[in-house]
């Protein structure tokens, strides 16, 4: 996510480390290749001019005080700007005090509407809302077989007529909803491959007809600029109440994240993540303010784990762990938490620093399945005791899981060397004192 970005703007402002003071000189020529960078990751032209006018007016004549240099401030500022242009704070959806709440999704054909209609009935279902799903496209007979598998994946209810006309499915579903006791109802609308008159009169129509309490119109974040314009158009017609950026893990640069809210005013209130029903994070411009410049978002890492990680399970581990317990078999059941947080690079990104140490979209995580391979090969005893995984053992092994013997061995080795240094944490060593001893 925002990997080129990221490391175009660090790019950008290294010239400003060393200087004592940041200087009308030195601020120009590095806010002129932050202002080409913005450019190539498709930000609007506008929004880049206000932005960097905004941040050299903060940035010229400041003092840098002891122990924070011209590149650390001027990233501060930096940081600030990206997170008012991005909205300042979370933005959360309307729900209605009487039930049913409407939600409303609007948006072109493929940015992922009905998927995302999928993952918000998903996310308030978890909330103990009562949710029902509208497929009032029926234009395209598989939007609606797409909604009732997610509906059915999910377990909730889809309303939807092939016959009816789409008005007639909206308005039929409010009514069903109250006789159901269902206190939220989600209508998937149709889209079109580009901005088409009839398909928003038609969403006008349902618009009026049902009163939704809350509109999103739903952007392909992928699609730079192109989905500033599409969402201009749309929020002329429907005046929707916030956006929802979708394909966020994909190749993204940056130019719908940085440039939606200023041209329509209306907040970015999700994005997603991922094909997943549970890949849909709220949008909160601080973080993503941080991962855009590589610092991290540590915030969203750690609300991450703590949905995927048993409770229970993490304080036996700790047991083992300061018990020197800790087996191969714990390791494997650890990447399985780890997996469900996501795409390995989504998870690392999140970690302050990590962006710098290299491109994390080039993490292979056909790795990791090596090394599930290799370790479910072995007899549950051998992953228990691993000292015992002799020569013949080892062709077995390898044999078994499609790898070699050299990266059996380097696996039982890289174990090995996290069972010494999980054994000196045990007995009290801070870290620093184990790793000096370790790499030293």
């Not at 950008?12 to 806010?31: D, M, P, T, V």
């Not at 496209?137 to 377990?155: K, S, T």
């Not at 916030?242 to 940085?258: I, M, P």
Request: no cysteine.
């Amino acid at each position: 996510m925002f990997d080129a970005l990221s490391q175009k703007l660090d790019d950008a402002l290294k010239r400003l480390r060393g200087q004592g003071r940041i200087s009308s000189e030195n601020i120009a020529e590095s806010l002129r290749e932050v202002r080409t960078v913005l450019l190539d990751a498709d930000v609007n032209f506008k929004v880049v001019k206000d932005f960097i006018e905004k941040v050299q007016q903060k940035s010229v004549g400041q003092e840098v005080i002891t122990s924070v240099s011209p590149g650390q401030l001027i990233i501060k500022i930096i940081y600030d700007e990206l997170v008012a242009l991005m909205g300042t704070e979370k933005a959360d959806i309307t729900l209605s005090n009487t039930p049913p709440s409407i939600i409303l999704i609007a948006g072109l054909q493929g940015s992922g509407k009905t998927t995302f209609a999928g993952k918000l009935a998903n996310m308030l279902k978890g909330k103990g809302r009562q949710v029902l799903l509208v497929a009032a496209d029926v234009y395209r007979p598989a939007a609606i077989d797409q909604l009732m598998l997610l509906g059915e994946q999910i377990q909730v209810p889809v309303f939807t007529s092939r016959t009816d006309t789409a008005l007639a499915i909206a308005k039929n579903s409010i009514d069903f909803a109250r006789k159901n006791a269902r206190d939220t109802v989600i209508i998937d609308t149709a889209g079109r491959l580009a901005i088409d008159e009839e398909m928003m009169r038609e969403v006008e129509n349902i618009k009026k007809a049902v009163s939704p309490h809350e509109i999103l119109f739903v952007v392909d974040s992928m699609t730079g600029q192109d989905a500033v314009n599409t969402a201009r158009a749309f929020h002329d017609r429907l005046d929707f109440d916030g956006v929802v950026l979708t394909k966020l893990d994909g190749d993204t640069r940056g130019g719908a994240a940085l440039s939606i809210r200023a041209v329509v005013e209306k907040p970015i209130k999700f994005v997603g993540t991922g094909e997943k029903l549970d890949a849909l994070e709220p949008f909160y411009p601080e973080r993503m303010a941080s991962r855009i410049l590589g610092m991290g978002d540590i915030v969203s890492f750690v609300e991450k784990a703590q949905q995927s990680f048993d409770q229970d399970k993490a304080e036996k581990l700790e047991q083992k762990i300061r018990k020197s317990q800790f087996t191969l078999e714990d390791f494997y059941d650890q990447l399985q938490e780890i997996k469900k947080m996501g795409p390995l690079s989504q998870v690392l990104s999140m970690i302050p620093g990590v962006s710098r140490l290299g491109k994390i979209d080039d993490v292979d995580e056909k790795e990791l399945k090596y090394v599930e391979a290799i370790i479910l090969s072995m007899t549950r005893d051998e992953r228990e005791h691993p000292h015992i995984i002799n020569g013949p053992r080892r062709k077995r092994i390898a044999s078994g899981s499609g790898t070699s013997i050299q990266e059996v061995n380097r696996l039982l080795k890289q174990f090995s060397d996290m069972q010494k240094l999980m054994k000196n944490f045990s007995k009290g060593k801070s870290i620093s004192k184990v790793l000096s001893q370790r790499f030293g």
